[in-house]
């Protein structure tokens, strides 16, 4: 048994996944346009933090350049970080996830998506991670990310 919300009164019955597997998702986004870029990867280390980096670069071309917001994991502060030209690394203060839009996009997902379901495999749990990301839209991104702080720095 597991809690979940219901009518007060009534006993509902939900299945409770007892085992653990872990996808990681590594994403970008801009809450003014809802352009994102996103990456479903088995764990979080350089390597994939630096491919996530090249994938941004990539995605928005040479001529942009990309401020993007982070927080101040290991991953994101490691000396082999590969940082490309056209992206420059924003660091929050410690302990602000308020701070950063993508946070709030993760809660999202969680709520709508990804939490209170009983996953067969891992490849399941790939295959839910990679539906929720595609089903998102610029719309439901620039809605569920905005942000006053970055509003009013522009």
């Known amino acids: 048994m597991t809690r979940v919300w219901a009518r007060r009164g009534s006993r509902p019955v939900q299945v409770k996944q007892t085992q653990y597997d872990w996808i990681y998702l590594f994403g970008a986004l801009n809450p003014q346009s809802g352009d994102s870029v996103g990456l479903l990867a088995p764990t979080v280390n350089t390597a994939m933090m630096n491919l996530h980096l ?5 995605h928005v071309g040479c001529r942009v350049q990309v401020v993007l917001v982070m927080d101040q994991a290991g991953w994101h502060v490691a000396k082999h970080l590969v940082v490309p030209d056209n992206i420059t690394l924003l660091f929050l203060p410690a ?4 701070l950063n839009p993508v946070e709030r996009l993760w809660c999202w997902l969680k709520e709508h998506d990804l939490s209170n379901r009983v996953y067969a495999d891992y490849q399941a749990l790939l295959n839910a991670g990679t539906t929720a990301w595609n ?6 991104i620039k809605s569920v990310c905005r942000t006053s702080w970055i509003e009013h720095a522009n």
């Open 54 to 58: 090249r994938m941004i670069s990539e």
């Open 95 to 98: 302990y602000s996830p308020e």
């Open 135 to 140: 089903r998102l839209t610029p719309e439901r």
